[in-house]
């Protein structure tokens, strides 16, 4: 009954709404990194997700990679704010919601680093609903 239940659990795919990862998959992280380092560090330093993850978050969800454009393997907890390439930070995110979410992105940053907003409360209203605080910052939906 174990290995039935450990297989069952192996094989299960994750799922995602048009807007949201689902957050048994992609609980999202951040490091522990200090504002000061979030606020300095270009996020070129540390874009390196493999593509051996990349693939298996695309698995794990069941998407395919179609024409270029059409998703991208977003971070939930951006770079620029701590996040990791975690797989647990990872999921196939569609176009053109990925735009909106970029643009939120950089507008927490904007408020995290001129103190604006704390780091760990835009962290986790990030991985919690991007979309709500996506409305709560700029009073519309993505």
């Not at 979030?38 to 024409?67: D, I």
């Not at 990791?84 to 950089?106: C, F, G, I, M, V």
Request: with cysteine.
């Amino acid at each position: 009954m174990t290995a039935l239940l450990l297989l069952l659990a192996l094989t299960q795919t994750c799922h995602a709404n048009a807007l949201l990862p689902d957050p048994r998959c992609t609980p999202g992280q951040a490091t522990w990194d200090t504002l000061e380092v979030v606020c300095t560090q270009r996020t070129t330093n540390v874009r390196n997700v493999p593509e051996a993850r990349k693939r298996a978050v695309l698995k794990s969800y069941g998407a395919h990679r179609g024409k270029a454009g059409d998703l991208e393997i977003d971070h939930l907890v951006p770079l620029e704010l701590g996040g990791t390439n975690s797989q647990n930070n990872l999921w196939p995110q569609p176009a053109p919601l990925y735009h909106s979410k970029d643009r939120l992105e950089n507008e927490l940053h904007a408020l995290v680093c001129a103190g604006e907003m704390e780091l760990t409360q835009a962290q986790h209203d990030i991985e919690t609903d991007w979309v709500a605080l996506y409305v709560r910052v700029f009073g519309m939906q993505p």
